[in-house]
């Protein structure tokens, strides 16, 4: 980013006192419950309202923030604030993150997915500001593995950590353990290597969850004495899209002592194989389970149909309208039917879903020929229209 960029980007309290103003943020309205917060002394000349309608869950992704702004007032406003989304803006400088969060004491959650945090040095008097964050999302921001690591030193009681999009193929081990992580999501890197993800195992010793889907991971290999010390705690991996191409490596995911969930969708070994074939071989797997675990109980019955429509609100710039969409169609047939809303050509529109319960910031919808099921929509999620630059 140029300095200019840096200097005409907006602050962190110029965005709440916008957003969060009585008039666009009535009380009671949005996530969480909207308090009413009073400065005990706001400085002269200040951006801010004489009181915000702040909810304890602030949303303030795609904003153009990049810097704090007045610290007395973030702390006046933000004390009771539990999460923060900060995704999709434009903070680039550690100081300028950490005077945000170090001014709100409840902080529990952070997203600053997709901020412009590569070649940026994180120092330990800033680390320390996110000591109280027990959920970390990192997504897209090509955060230095050594910030990574100065992070989990930093925060005692670091529960989940999401560092996908960021372009690692190797990463470097720690004296110091993280004893409190549960969940990794490190997907959409490029970790080919075993000897990369071994030390995960020494680094989360309380593992329970690893995702790391789309990493081409070549194989597992470290001996069942190994794999049972290094990953005493795991119960669920996800290797979706992995290279592993051997019996051997499928079969070594049995030396892992609580591992419960596995999940090898699009992994090379099962490519020559016919669906029938893979159906006897999952059986077979299904008889070694049953033969370790024992037979599972009947489960509940369930309405596994799939959903065929979803109520989802439209945005396109002021304009919002409910519109009741087919979930076996494509990206380029939803566009179709939203041309007579938005009063666009499909060719001069950009979609973005956002789902309201995800942390994530909105996900571009750029390919025309993917169905919109398997983005997973839900009654009361949005679709932003955004018109294409001219």
């Known amino acids: 980013m140029e300095p200019s960029e840096y200097t005409e980007g907006r602050t962190f309290v110029e965005v709440i006192s916008e957003k969060y103003s009585p008039e666009n943020f009535p009380y009671r309205r949005g996530p969480g419950m ?14 801010m309202k004489d009181r915000l309608n702040l909810p304890s869950v602030l949303v303030l992704n795609g904003c153009g923030i990049s810097r704090a702004g007045d610290q007395t007032e973030i702390a006046a406003f933000c004390s009771h604030v539990m999460e923060l989304d900060l995704s999709h803006n434009k903070l680039q400088d550690w100081h300028e993150i950490s005077k945000i969060i170090s001014n709100i004491p409840n902080l529990e959650f952070l997203n600053l997915s997709s901020n ?4 940026t040095t994180l120092e330990p008097q800033c680390a320390e500001a996110f000591s109280r964050v027990r959920r970390l999302v990192l997504n897209n921001t090509r955060v230095s593995w050594d910030s990574v690591l100065l992070l989990t030193r930093e925060i005692p009681e670091l529960e989940e950590l999401f560092l996908c999009l960021n372009e ?10 993280c004893p409190t992580l549960r ?3 490190i997907t959409d890197n490029s970790l080919h290597d075993w000897t990369e993800v071994r030390k995960f195992g020494s680094l989360f010793p309380s593992l329970d969850t690893l995702v790391m889907a789309n990493n081409n ?12 010390r290094l990953f005493p705690n795991l119960r669920s991996i996800n290797l979706h899209n992995s290279g592993l191409n051997r019996w051997e490596d499928i079969e070594k995911l049995n030396f892992f002592p609580k591992l419960e969930e596995v999940r090898l969708q699009g992994i090379p070994l099962l490519q020559t194989y016919t669906n029938a074939e893979r159906r006897s071989l999952m059986i ?39 519109l009741s969409i087919r979930l076996d169609q494509t990206v380029a047939e939803l566009k179709k039917q939203l041309t007579t809303v938005v009063q666009l050509s499909t060719n001069s529109m950009r979609l973005y879903y956002i789902d309201k319960c995800s942390a994530f910031g909105p996900e571009e919808m750029k390919y025309n020929t993917r169905a919109l099921h398997s983005y997973s929509i839900q009654d009361g999620d949005e679709i932003l229209v955004v018109p294409k630059a001219k």
């Open 217 to 228: 991971l070549a194989s597992i290999q470290d001996s069942k004495d190994i794999l049972q």
């Open 168 to 177: 690692y193929s190797s990463v470097s081990a720690s004296s110091v353990a």
């Open 284 to 322: 077979a797997q299904y008889h070694c389970l049953v033969t370790k675990y024992g037979k599972l109980e009947p489960l509940a019955e369930i309405d596994l149909r799939p959903r065929c429509h979803a109520q989802v609100e439209v945005h396109c710039e002021e304009k919002v309208e409910q």
């Open 183 to 185: 969940l990794l999501h």
């Open 116 to 119: 412009p945090l590569a070649g």
């Open 34 to 47: 909207g308090v009413v917060v009073v400065p005990t002394a706001g400085s002269q000349g200040s951006p």
